[in-house]
């Protein structure tokens, strides 16, 4: 709930650059230290743990460095999320979050009041860093720098309550719905529900976030040699690491980005292709066992933090550790995760791709995604998703041009199937168009931070591999 709220408000004010708090215990001082993990798909952006150290306890010496910190107004904030649309930062915004199945609705209203932003002063901070030295003998030091894909990073800025506020989600359930979902331009902005029974409502809890709470952080990643010296990351496109672990390199997938045009395929074509494996996979799975598979996805989707954690859970897997549950909570959430497991089973010792690898994939896919737009894929019906399978091939992919004469792409003919394929390929910034019985796709320039277009041709591939012939 509170990572929700704090997810959803980075979502509105930055462009890519904040780290939104997941949870209520993360203090995070100016210069705590953070470890960034970078993930197994290069699409994937990092995760972030906020550990219990600052700088200072990894320094060797007695002199620690204390940080000049400048503080600033930054806004005031309170936005409604559901199927009531009311959400401002000095002015409105509109985003909403509904399931478009009609089964249930849920409404997260999150009132921060004024914000303040705290930055650290990283000219100075490059003075009071110079000549000093880490403890390469730190316990933390040195389990981090045995992870390759772990790096160091200090808090540089945060985001902070300065007064009492709350979080409120409502939860609602329906006997029974009819919809339809109206959908412009790449955010979902309104949502008209013609109602065939009263919503009868669920639940209704209360979160009250005190005064100097964090909501969300920025860092400064470290490059850390061999001899304990260590320097400031200062450009975007420079990444901290161990010495020990040789050069670092961005690891990047070549997509499309420019603006305008017909959509250039080619390096997504040949990156979806070399996971051909995994979807045929999915798709030759025996029916009984697509649908439970896709049913189970279907359920998951419906909140992004339990597709975190299970795509957390699978990740530990696919490195040949034994899956762990124990920080699942919620016991509903837990049976479905060993229900999956139990599913997917264990990771092959050959080369060739495995139903757990297969899921993983997806699943990190989903976890790249808004929680919109997996609710919008979420209740797509299996011809849908078969009809966004061959739009995405045709138009994406090949960057061709589709008919809506193609029996494949029938449901598309119908108001919602357009709508939804339409905010979904916007929300990769892909603007799809229809021209009489022709739908075209042009890409749009993607903001700072967006998941890039092969987010959502896995995820669309994935499950309509599952819940083909369903």
């Given at each position: ?10 979502e ?6 904040l ?26 952006k ?36 559901g ?15 509904f ?21 650290v ?7 009071d ?24 990073g ?35 902005t ?68 420019a603006?305008?045009g ?14 051909t ?10 029916r ?12 998951i ?6 597709v975190?954690?299970l ?51 997806v ?33 994406v ?29 916007a929300?990769s910034?892909?603007l799809?168009k ?23 041709c ?13």
């Amino acid at each position: 709930m509170f990572a929700t709220a704090t997810k959803n408000f980075v979502e509105e004010i930055d462009d890519g650059s904040l780290i939104p708090v997941s949870s209520l215990s993360d203090s995070l001082s100016p210069l705590t230290l953070v470890i960034k993990r970078n993930r197994f798909f290069p699409w994937q952006k990092p995760k972030y743990r906020p550990t219990d150290f600052t700088l200072n306890d990894l320094l060797t010496g007695d002199k620690p460095i204390s940080p000049v910190v400048v503080e600033t107004v930054l806004l005031k904030f309170h936005g409604t999320y559901g199927d009531s649309i009311s959400a401002n930062v000095e002015a409105n915004l509109v985003r909403v979050n509904f399931n478009v199945e009609g089964k249930d609705t849920s409404k997260l209203q999150s009132s921060f009041g004024t914000l303040k932003k705290e930055e650290v002063d990283v000219q100075q901070l490059l003075v009071d860093s110079r000549n000093r030295i880490l403890d390469m003998s730190h316990c933390l030091i040195q389990q981090t720098r045995q992870k390759h894909k772990e790096v160091f990073g200090v808090v540089k800025e945060r985001i902070v309550t300065t007064q009492p506020c709350s979080v409120i989600e409502e939860v609602q359930q329906a006997g029974q719905l009819g919809g339809l979902l109206s959908l412009c331009g790449p955010k979902l902005t309104k949502v008209c529900v013609k109602e065939n029974s009263s919503l009868q409502k669920d639940s209704n809890i209360t979160m009250e976030i005190p005064p100097h709470t964090v909501l969300a952080y920025d860092i400064i990643e470290l490059v850390v040699k061999s001899t304990g010296k260590y320097y400031l990351c200062l450009m975007s496109d420079t990444s901290g690491g161990f010495e020990v672990d040789g050069p670092v390199k961005k690891n990047v997938v070549a997509l499309p980005c420019a603006s305008g045009g017909t959509i250039k395929s080619s390096p997504l074509k040949r990156e979806l292709d070399s996971l051909t494996d995994h979807f045929q996979l999915l798709a030759g799975l025996a029916r009984a066992k697509r649908s439970s598979l896709l049913q189970l996805l279907r359920t998951i989707m419906k909140d992004g933090h339990a597709v975190s954690l299970l795509e957390n859970i699978l990740d530990q897997m696919c490195l040949g550790l034994s899956p762990d549950l124990g920080d699942v909570e919620d016991g509903s959430l837990k049976q479905t995760f060993q229900a999956v497991l139990d599913l997917v089973g264990q990771p092959q010792t050959d080369r060739s791709p495995s139903l757990l690898s297969a899921t993983h994939l997806v699943v990190s896919a989903l976890d790249e995604m808004t929680e919109e737009d997996m609710s919008v894929l979420g209740s797509c019906s299996p011809p849908l998703l078969q009809a966004l399978d061959l739009l995405v091939q045709q138009s994406v992919v090949e960057g061709g041009v589709s008919s809506l004469r193609d029996a494949g792409l029938a449901p598309l003919t119908e108001e919602q199937g357009y709508e939804r394929a339409q905010r979904l390929l916007a929300s990769s910034c892909v603007l799809l168009k229809r021209k009489g019985d022709e739908l075209q796709t042009e890409i749009i320039n993607p903001p700072r931070g967006s998941p890039p277009t092969i987010v959502l041709c896995i995820a669309v591939r994935a499950l309509a591999s599952s819940g083909h012939g369903i």
